[in-house]
């Protein structure tokens, strides 16, 4: 029988395994905060933004929700990570802003420093 | 703003206290100075953070992106490694260190903002990096391996000594320590036990417990199953607010992929240990967060607190031992496992070990869910972490702990945070609200605030939470509408310390605080309403007088707005407001173009 | 630690030794010390909420209430400080600030804990005076008035509801100020469960409870001359009443009781006793009937009125089981009304049959129509307590202990031995199977040796056998265990032949309507059931005629009007049938049932 550190350290293995196979080492990973106070600042269209974006055509994003980091002034949030980069956090982000954000950032590379957590 | 020219690289210096000991200062200025001949000054940002709790290793530095950590550095070494990093994009393998914590992977992502760079996150450490509704996430966050270490490695007992050893005291407010309340219940013989997990979150203004449910329900359950493990419990109870709906439907997917996983049932990890967990839904009564009032409830009774011993560490739900212990508490059991006792106690001060999570609001830039290392001072969290306050304002008092907790003033800004040190200046811990307030706020009406809160919320069971909280608010009232006499204050501190002494439960003994602590540091104010019947922030509408001016020109658009009409005159002289019929609702004052109102 | 074991505390810097596994109030009550006290009581759990009875304990921040606190060793209690004392008299003052001022005009003036403890703690002026408490007293039910807005909440009412009775027809609702103990849903008292027995008002140290006084409309009765005005006297009164004119509990005040009546202006005063044996004879025949056919056992008895509403909300399923003997107070009223009146050719407008009793729910038992003789006519007309005759007498300036003795009328004054036991709990058992055992089985009934049931606590279990024959009984008192003992019953664990059942604790000696506490001494009050018990004993003991059967005024009864027990005749008077009922709050078991598995 395996011993419990055995068992979870396949399921780790398992789990991580599952995360990359959902295209987690996709150039870039982004997260949206979805706890209930960053939905009530409107992240679910944000997240819904990012959704249209990916079904109609946006590759190569590993688009994940996230709970609440806790910066309440400034939600709701998003971060774009990529390998080896500072991840970008994006504060206050609404509709329109996570439209500039594929565009400029996520197409283009250009973070959009008036818009991050710094 | 051009990304070409902002800083590439961010320098994490750690800041902590026993890092400092350890020459970080003269770290510091050898930096500056390294960056300053490299020329580097435009490309390289230097934040310095809180505890990164690697004591043992430091002083520590981390450089980001990629979150290299240097450990045991020296100003003579320092220079070189800067040099190396980011001249030569070379990282000086001697120094490195692979220091793989729970909450590494947080400050990997948000290190380098000044806001998370002095936090120390141990109980939100996934907060905001996982999905809470996948396994998969919390298990990649090497998840789950810290029961998996307990039942591999640990006896019970064993499990019990380390949270002792750790220093762990219940973040739910009143700081009993974790490991003993556990010992207590492990020692009592009993068939059935319990595990609560107390998440009846109620204080105005506090919301960590729902954000670490909703961002991370699974480092809830885990360190559920480890003290179920400890003291011998075969089933648990998540006991919720309804009004927490997307953290109960978290709770509920958390719940059944550990159970598919084998983390929660029967055999739990081919072990002979079994444990469950349901989620109850509290109706949303404040006073069912005190563990008796909660236990009540669950058994379907009034929830009302009983006298206390017997404590329900030895008598809880259905007069079995239960284990009560509040999300934050549970929160941090994984990572004393994971990452040891030792480790754990070196954080925080002599009597108050680890972090506090506190939910930072009021006059402040930035609001939010802060997580410290005890001994942190409120100068640090307000002033360093959260920006200070907003639009020049200065800062009047700190209210902490929510309507248990009491008023602190600038005075107070190099408190340590700790259990003790709240004590001695007569507030407490609480679950962790922390409003600050500028000087445009009144502190008769802000104590007038938390005991309405306080009596509305009173159970009811006993005579002087139920009627004295009454009487001291209707005192207040009367003081914050220009009727108070004199003997009021003496009457307020007479009744206040007499429910603080024999109330029932700690709703009741923690009511009158923000009203004592109100009147030991502002007591000046009171005398103002009382003497003077004037509130010098204008706070309280009640004692407002508003009056026309010779600036008045007689146009008459206060007369059109008064709702009242309450202002009379004829146009283009002076117009007149009739006091009786004011209701201060400053109108008038507000569309006046001629400052023709004036307001005390 | 053993609790048996002495340990050392010090009280006030005294030191003492004294047994472990008590609380801080209990060890200072045996030491002589009384800490005040308001929500504690003996019978009931500890509540902890008044916080009147507080203690200091060196080495802790806070004081703590003596009535849930246990002491442990070397532990140093203050009972006395400066501090102590005014924080004491600060929660008192805190509970009159939110009670009416109406001392001299209350039901309870003289008989209230919390007016002595005012007195006791010193309260001679206000300083937190404020709002106070309005509510709309709830004077719906027949035998209980609500008043809300003189309770102080202390939750004695609700412990005895659920703990001692298991009823739970008051609870607590809303919270904080606004806190009020009321029926479930606020509905009215008379549509709740409740079911009259009284011991609410008996616990309450105000006024928030008290019986549904009818005194001001038997005195006007009493005074119209055209009215033939017929009192009978229950035995538990007359051995208690004493207690309401500060004579020490268990003196029978039968004569001069009898005597006071009659000063009092009613025409005829009868035995409610006598009712008791016309009783014991006819439910002797029924048990008799039941007993030797096998059907119905075990057989229950139905004198308590508080027991019949119970069993008609709660255990409707076992109604068959009930005798349907109508109580001796109903057997009375319905033969002088039934029999009398019209032997004596007397208007039955004119009749009024005023019942004195110990019991709030025979206020209630006479507004059944079931009891009625019939349409609109009422059997009994008016039933007071023993708190309310007493206050009469009072009022009416009569000295009852100075009263010379009286006998009461005949032919309902002459009472058997066994008719006076009836009063305490395992008494109406007793008396009807002294004459169930010579009647039917041809033998004495044997001494019986009663021992504590081994399933269900609180219930008295006795096997009587004369010769091949057995008879099981089962004796509860409070409905707690009353409710036990329904349900070995109903899954006919245990064989019983007959079952007596009184809903108030000891019986209808402990009834809701007996006089208040006449101290704030616990320890009296405990003993004083003893006490009233043993008085009625003494009464069975001192009658020459011993059994039902044997009274000659019984017997001239039966042979001049009704025949024989269970006649026809016998039936229409005597005995009735009983219903189930739902009140609002009760879900009948089938519904439980189909709820169940409908899902």
């Not at chain 1, 802003?97 to 973070?111: E, F, L, S, Y």
């Amino acid at each position: 029988m395996l011993n419990p550190l055995d068992i979870i350290k396949k399921k780790r293995a398992e789990a991580i395994n599952r995360i990359i196979g959902k295209g987690y080492f996709s150039t870039i990973r982004v997260y949206v905060g979805m706890a209930s106070c960053e939905i009530a600042a409107g992240s679910k269209e944000v997240m819904a933004v990012f959704e249209k974006a990916i079904k109609q055509g946006l590759n190569d994003v590993y688009l994940s929700q996230k709970g609440c980091s806790g910066r309440c002034n400034l939600e709701p949030t998003v971060e774009v990570v990529e390998e080896n980069k500072i991840p970008v956090k994006y504060g206050l982000v609404n509709k329109d802003r996570a439209k500039t954000i594929i565009d400029k950032h996520i197409k283009k590379g250009q973070v959009i420093e008036e818009w991050t957590i710094q | 703003m051009d990304h070409s020219v902002t800083p590439q690289y961010k320098i994490i210096l750690c800041w902590g206290s026993s890092c400092q000991k350890l020459s970080s200062k003269s770290i510091l200025d050898r930096i500056h100075q390294k960056i300053d001949e490299l020329k580097m000054g435009n490309n390289v940002d230097i934040i310095l953070s809180g505890c990164l709790g690697m004591c043992s290793k430091g002083p520590i530095l981390i450089i980001n992106p990629g979150y290299y950590i240097y450990g045991k550095i020296t100003p003579e070494i320092v220079g070189e490694i800067i040099e190396k990093h980011i001249n030569q994009n070379k990282a000086t393998a001697a120094y490195l260190i692979e220091e793989d914590h729970l909450f590494n992977r947080f400050y990997r992502i948000f290190g380098d903002v000044k806001f998370y760079g002095r936090q120390m996150r141990i109980a939100l450490r996934n907060c905001g990096i996982i999905d809470p509704e996948s396994i998969d996430d919390y298990l990649s966050v090497r998840g789950y391996e810290s029961l998996a270490k307990s039942l591999a490695l640990f006896t019970p007992n064993q499990v019990i000594n380390e949270i002792k050893a750790s220093g762990l005291r219940g973040r739910g407010g009143a700081g009993f320590p974790t490991g003993y309340k556990w010992e207590l219940t492990a020692q009592e013989k009993s068939s059935e036990k319990f595990i609560i997990c107390n998440a009846d979150e109620g204080d105005p203004g506090a919301f960590m417990d729902r954000n670490a449910i909703e961002s991370d329900p699974h480092t809830i359950i885990e360190g559920m199953i480890i003290g179920a493990y400890a003291v011998g419990a075969q089933n648990g109870i998540i006991y919720t607010r309804a009004e927490y709906p997307l953290a109960i439907d978290r709770l509920h997917i958390a719940i059944n992929q550990a159970k598919e996983h084998g983390f929660l049932g029967n055999n739990i990890l081919g072990t002979n240990f079994s444990f469950n967990i349901e989620i109850r839904q509290g109706a949303g009564a404040f006073i069912c967060g005190e563990e008796t009032a909660l236990i009540h409830s669950l058994e379907g009774k009034r929830g009302v607190p009983r006298t206390r011993p017997p404590y329900p560490a030895t008598k809880g739900l259905f007069n079995k031992p239960t284990v009560v212990n509040n999300v934050e508490t549970w929160a941090n059991i994984p990572v004393i496992i994971q990452e040891g006792a030792a480790w754990f106690s070196s954080i925080g001060t002599k009597n108050s070990k680890g972090t506090k999570v506190f939910a930072v609001a009021g006059s402040v830039i930035n609001t939010g869910l802060v997580e410290v290392p005890m001994g942190t001072t409120l100068k640090e969290i307000i002033f360093d972490i959260c920006g200070g306050l907003p639009d020049n304002k200065t800062l009047k008092a700190v209210q902490i702990g929510g309507p248990s907790g009491g008023c602190l003033t600038k005075d107070h800004l190099d408190i340590q945070v700790d259990y003790e040190s709240f004590a001695e200046i007569g507030t407490i811990m609480g679950s962790g609200g922390m409003i600050v307030i500028d000087n445009k706020s009144c502190m008769v009406k802000l104590a007038r605030f938390f005991l309405e809160f306080s009596q509305s919320q009173s159970c009811g069971k006993c005579t002087p939470c139920r009627e004295g909280t009454k009487r001291m608010l209707e005192i207040l009232e009367r003081i914050t509408t220009g009727n108070g006499k004199p003997e009021d204050i003496q009457k307020l501190l007479r009744l206040g310390n007499t429910i603080k002494k024999t109330a029932l439960c700690g709703l009741g003994k923690s009511a009158p605080n923000p009203v004592i602590s109100t009147i030991t540091h502002f007591r000046n104010e009171y005398e103002e309403h009382i003497n003077e019947k004037k509130c010098a922030t204008n706070d309280c509408s009640a004692l407002i007088v508003y009056e026309i001016n010779d600036a008045c020109t007689g146009c008459s658009a206060c007369i059109r707005i008064c709702p009242t009409k309450a202002i009379s005159g004829i146009k283009k002289n002076k117009h007149q407001i009739n006091q009786n019929l004011c209701i201060k609702c400053g109108d008038c004052f507000d569309i006046c173009a001629f400052k023709g109102i004036t307001r005390r | 630690m053993n609790s048996q074991e002495n340990i050392t505390i010090f009280i006030n810097g005294t030191k003492y030794q004294t047994q472990n596994g008590q609380s801080i109030m209990q060890a200072a009550d045996h030491l002589g010390y009384s800490i005040p006290r308001l929500c504690y009581h003996p019978q009931l759990s500890v509540e902890g909420a008044c916080r009147i009875c507080i203690v200091e304990i060196e080495g802790m921040k806070e004081f703590q209430a003596s009535c849930s606190y246990p002491i442990q060793d070397g532990m140093r209690i203050h009972t006395n400080t400066t501090e102590l004392r005014q924080a004491r008299r600060d929660i008192l003052e805190l509970i009159l600030d939110n009670h009416p001022l109406d001392c001299h005009t209350c039901p309870k003036n003289g008989n209230c804990e919390l007016q002595r403890l005012a007195n006791i703690l010193g309260i001679e002026e206000r300083h937190f005076e404020g709002e106070r408490k309005q509510y709309p007293i709830d004077d719906s039910s027949p035998a209980i008035i609500r008043n809300p807005n003189n309770c102080i909440l202390c939750g004695r009412c609700v412990r005895v509801c659920s703990e001692t009775q298991q009823i739970h027809a008051i609870g607590y609702a809303h919270r904080g100020f606004k806190t009020v103990v009321m029926p479930s849903y606020n509905q009215a008292f008379d549509k709740s469960v409740c079911i009259n027995c009284g011991q609410c008002i008996n616990i309450c140290p105000t006024a928030a409870f008290t019986e549904k006084k009818q005194t001001d409309e038997v005195i006007r009765i009493l005074n119209n001359k055209d009215n033939i005005t017929i009192a009978q006297i229950a035995p538990s009164v007359r051995i208690a009443i004493g207690e309401s004119f500060g004579i020490e509990s268990g003196h029978n005040f039968q004569q001069e009781l009898t005597a006071a009546l009659k000063a009092l202006g009613f025409d005829y005063v009868f035995d409610t006793q006598f009712g008791a044996d016309m009783t014991i004879m006819e439910e002797a025949a029924e048990l008799a009937e039941r007993y030797f056919k096998g059907e119905n056992l075990p057989l229950i008895t139905s004198c308590c009125p508080s027991w019949v509403k119970t069993a008609e909300q709660f255990h409707p399923d076992l109604l068959p089981h009930l005798s349907s003997c109508r109580s001796p107070m109903a057997m009375l009223a319905s033969l002088t009304k039934g029999y009398l009146a019209k032997k004596n050719h007397w208007d039955l407008t004119k009749v009024v049959n005023i019942a004195i009793t110990p019991c709030t729910a025979k206020k209630f038992e006479s507004s059944r129509e079931e009891l009625f003789l019939e349409k609109d006519i009422r059997c009994i007309d008016y039933a007071l307590t023993t708190r309310e005759i007493s206050w009469i007498i009072k009022s009416s300036g009569i000295d009852l202990s100075r009263m010379k003795g009286q006998d009461f009328d005949n032919p309902m004054g002459i009472s058997s031995g066994a008719a006076s036991i009836v009063g305490t709990s395992g008494g109406v058992i007793e008396a009807t199977l002294r004459t169930f055992c010579e009647k039917y089985l041809d033998s004495a009934l044997p001494p019986l040796q009663y021992h504590e049931s081994r399933t269900t606590k609180g219930i008295k279990e006795a096997t009587i056998v004369i010769n091949d024959k057995k008879i099981n009984i089962a004796v509860a008192n409070g409905l707690k265990s009353t409710h036990s003992l329904m349900d070995e019953i109903r899954r006919q664990k245990k064989h019983y032949d007959f079952v007596e059942i009184m809903a108030c604790p000891g019986g209808c000696i402990g009834g809701g309507g007996q006089p208040y506490a006449a101290s704030l001494n616990f320890f009296d009050q405990e003993k004083i059931l003893q006490k009233r018990s043993q008085a009625l004993y003494a009464i069975d003991s001192s009658i020459n005629i011993h059994k039902s059967h044997e009274n000659p005024a019984v017997q001239q009864l039966y042979k001049e009007f009704l025949g024989t027990p269970l006649s026809e005749l016998a039936n229409k008077l005597l005995h009735t049938q009983y219903s189930q009922k739902i009140p609002c709050g009760i879900i009948p078991k089938e519904v439980i049932y189909d709820i169940n598995h409908s899902k």
